[in-house]
């Protein structure tokens, strides 16, 4: 009668000790930080992009999502791997009179800049 005591009681203490385990993981998970966070940080002028593209009179509209930004524009644009890596695009895509440049987490603040001007 002693031993199954002793194995009952030992099976309450392992049971709470995974339970409050448990506890402490559940409520870590629910500060979890929900903002998307993105780069403000821009490596080169503005008005230089903006003259690669074309200028402001061959940009019709401009769309930007989290890491890209898309242009409308009147004639197309050529930009070669070095103005790539002086700009910090990773990408470009090309389409009828649209192009978009992925430049990653601060698209958000040089859309802003481009909208500024």
């Given at each position: 009668?002693?031993i199954?005591?002793?194995?009952?009681?030992?099976s309450?203490?392992?049971l709470?000790?995974?339970?409050?385990?448990?506890?402490?993981?559940?409520?870590k998970?629910?500060?979890?930080n929900?903002?998307?966070?993105?780069s403000?940080?821009i490596?080169?002028?503005?008005?230089?992009?903006?003259?690669?593209?074309?200028?402001?009179q061959n940009?019709?509209?401009i769309k930007?999502?989290?890491?890209?930004?898309?242009?409308?524009?009147n004639?197309?644009?050529?930009?070669d791997?070095?103005?790539?890596?002086?700009?910090?695009i990773?990408?470009?895509?090309?389409g009828y009179?649209?192009i978009?440049?992925i430049f990653?987490?601060?698209?958000?603040?040089?859309?802003?800049?481009?909208n500024?001007?």
């Amino acid at each position: 009668m002693k031993i199954k005591n002793k194995l009952l009681l030992l099976s309450f203490l392992t049971l709470g000790i995974y339970y409050a385990i448990i506890k402490t993981k559940a409520k870590k998970a629910i500060n979890i930080n929900t903002e998307l966070t993105y780069s403000k940080k821009i490596n080169f002028e503005i008005s230089d992009f903006i003259d690669k593209v074309g200028g402001k009179q061959n940009i019709r509209s401009i769309k930007h999502s989290l890491n890209s930004i898309t242009f409308e524009i009147n004639n197309s644009v050529n930009i070669d791997k070095r103005e790539q890596q002086k700009f910090g695009i990773k990408g470009i895509m090309k389409g009828y009179k649209k192009i978009t440049f992925i430049f990653g987490d601060n698209a958000k603040a040089i859309y802003n800049k481009i909208n500024n001007i």
